[in-house]
T-cell receptor, first 119, second 107 residues
């Protein structure tokens, strides 16, 4: 069974750093493309970042230069390093598998982890 | 960037109703569109991909159609489990955008 489990969320102050983890089972993260999608409380979905099967990475403009996506093949885990956090980064963060070739959709999602940035 | 606009934002319906949600893209995206269902406190769930392909395990009362810039998600007979928020999604140039969501609530 394909499963994703996020961890690492928490409460922190503006300017702080946090690393989210997403442990995968039932498939290999290095063989697929993986993304982070976030959702501010009561709001819609916002794509954050992707790491493609080949290793290329891309970011939404709102997080570019502050967030870094990576993966550890030996642990079959996806990460999101978040630096210089802002109040507006407060959200549930979901990892998701981006399925397809040339065009991608999210066929599997984790349960989400909450990041709260507040002074 | 391609913008996705859903209508309506909220829809009130009764069990057994036929429900249609519209998603419009700011430029043509062929049939490269997906639909998701999200219930409160849960992760989104894929319903439809490539505009009209039903994801495995999704009930056949869900269907999708459209191409170019206008797409629809139809629930043929609304069931109690279908009260949720629905999002459309497109992918282009290494990024994804979602519609703002349509909340389907009990009338």
């Amino acid at each position: 069974e394909v499963q994703l489990v996020e961890s690492g969320g928490g409460l922190l102050q503006p300017g702080g750093s946090l690393r989210l983890s997403c442990a995968a089972s039932g498939f290999t993260v290095s063989s697929d493309s993986m993304s982070w999608v976030r959702q501010a409380p009561g709001k819609g979905l916002e794509w954050v970042s992707v790491i493609y099967r080949g290793g290329s990475t891309y970011y939404a403009d709102s997080v570019k230069g502050r967030f870094t996506i990576s993966r550890d093949n030996s642990k079959n885990t996806l990460y999101l390093q978040m630096n210089s956090l802002r109040v507006e980064d407060t959200a549930f963060y979901y990892c998701a598998r981006a399925w397809g070739t040339g065009w991608y959709y999210f066929d599997c999602w984790g349960q989400g982890t909450l990041v709260t940035v507040s002074s | 960037d391609i913008q996705m606009t859903q209508s309506p934002s909220t829809l009130s319906a009764s069990v057994g109703d036929r429900v249609t949600i519209t998603c419009r893209a700011s430029q043509t995206i062929s049939n490269w569109l997906a639909w998701y269902q999200q219930k409160p406190g849960k992760a989104p769930k894929l319903l439809i991909y490539k505009a009209s392909s039903l994801e495995s395990g999704v009930p056949s009362r869900f269907s999708g159609s459209g191409s170019g810039t206008e797409f629809t998600l139809t629930i043929s007979s609304l069931q109690p489990d279908d009260f949720a928020t629905y999002y459309c999604q497109q992918y282009n140039s290494y990024s994804w955008t979602f519609g703002q969501g349509t909340r389907v609530e009990i009338k």
